[in-house]
């Protein structure tokens, strides 16, 4: 390969031209150059893996650029453009394909080497084009959970990795969530829904399990905290055209009165922000439900039309199209997911040693739940490790 040629041709990327920024990359330039910077790059290939076709091919799969974006609103592409997407990924295709061998080093002594692997990037990215709506493009490929900031969205890079199959008891409500977020990546218009009920029942963990189970089918989370609800509609304008499917989750939900939050949040459930945005839906949890902190002297205040100030407060919850209710388990529930949790951590405990050790710390601890019965196993294993 004549490398000052192909050089040349790489300063060409138009809609990849953000390749151009990446480290590996710029010192690939730098190397056909002046040949004092091959270490350099292959400590940089070394350090993600120790093949450059592989880098290369993760950078053009994920790149988030104006024909992607283009292709995920589903606008029409212009015919230059297709040529230089085409031009483009061949000459990336060199590129990918590059050995250490192609570069002349002169000295005669051993240089270290890299990988390569045939990759075809012009089929690979018309398929990928075709998989937007599962796979995404930019940070949503690479990531699936997310957080907001004063700044946008950032990626939470080691999510919950609460599993479905490891959770017992709940069946009918985990159901209910799983069927409402089967229609959302369906296309089919799914509820916005609240998770309410007991402590330690485990309605974040459901949520949590669910994306973990259908993130590979497009499925994104985008997890708000209450004091951040301001913030959501700019990040729902965001995402709004996104290929990819959103769930916006906001935790242990409560307000106080005289909370603006409450009245924005009431405003974007009532559709004036999310209004036709069909990827997008808001699972909330809250141990009230009807989320407003309220005291008796509240309702005996001197307002003249109380009643409606009261049925304001309680109306948010009716703004969710499905409520599933989580109650703290009966004694029976309990021991099954005491027993679950101990076959998990491998726990070597007689049923009715189990049975008496995990009722005796549920009473220690605020009661039977499933929060409560992973702490006692957690508890016991460590114990019983000390004693092993």
């Known amino acids: 390969m004549d490398l000052k040629q192909f050089q040349c041709e790489l300063k060409t990327l138009v809609i990849f031209h953000r390749i151009l920024e990446d480290k590996t990359v710029q010192l690939v330039l730098k190397t056909i150059d002046d040949s004092q910077y091959y270490c350099q790059l292959c400590a940089s290939i070394y350090d993600q893996g120790a093949n450059l076709s592989d880098i290369i091919y993760k950078m053009v799969m994920n790149d988030e650029n104006i024909y992607v974006l283009k292709k995920a609103e589903n606008k029409s592409i212009p015919g230059v453009m297709e040529q230089s997407l085409k031009r483009e990924l061949n000459i990336l295709q060199k590129l990918c394909d590059l050995k250490s061998e192609e570069f002349s080093l002169g000295m005669n002594i051993e240089y270290p080497t890299w990988e390569n692997t045939s990759y075809d990037l012009v089929k690979d990215y018309e398929k990928r084009i075709i998989d937007l709506p599962k796979k995404g493009y930019g940070i949503f490929a690479k990531y699936y959970v997310f957080g907001i900031n004063s700044q946008g969205l950032f990626p939470i ?9 490891d959770m017992t008891g709940y069946e009918q409500q985990r159901s209910l ?38 993130h590979d089918q497009g499925l994104r989370l985008i997890e708000v905290k209450k004091k951040q609800i301001a913030l959501l509609p700019s990040i729902i304008e965001t995402i709004s055209n996104n290929p990819l499917k959103f769930i916006i989750f906001i935790d242990d939900l409560s307000f106080s009165s005289n909370d603006d939050d409450y009245i924005a949040l009431k405003n974007i459930l009532e559709g004036s922000t999310t209004s036709n945005k069909n990827n997008i839906v808001i699972y909330a949890t809250s141990n009230r439900r009807h989320f407003m902190k309220e005291n008796f002297s509240d309702r005996a205040g001197d307002e003249l039309h109380r009643n409606d ?20 388990p009966g004694a029976n529930l309990y021991l099954d997911i005491v027993k679950q949790y101990a076959k998990e951590y491998g726990l070597e405990l007689s049923d ?27 508890y016991e294993k460590i114990n019983q490790s000390i004693l092993d």
């Not at 919850?317 to 703290?328: D, E, S, V, W």
């Open 157 to 165: 890079k080691h999510p919950d990795a609460q599993s479905l199959k």
């Open 177 to 214: 969530l799983i069927k409402n977020t089967l229609a959302l990546l369906q296309g089919m218009k799914a509820n916005n829904a609240l998770l309410y009920g007991d402590a330690g029942t485990g309605k974040s963990s459901t949520i949590k399990a669910v994306v973990n189970e259908y």
């Open 309 to 328: 100030t009261i049925q304001e407060t309680m109306s948010l919850a009716a703004r969710f199209g499905l409520t599933i209710t989580f109650q703290k």
């Open 352 to 378: 009715d040693e189990l049975k008496v050790k995990a009722e005796a710390f549920a009473i220690r601890n605020n009661g039977r739940s499933a929060r409560t019965a992973k702490q006692f196993v957690e």
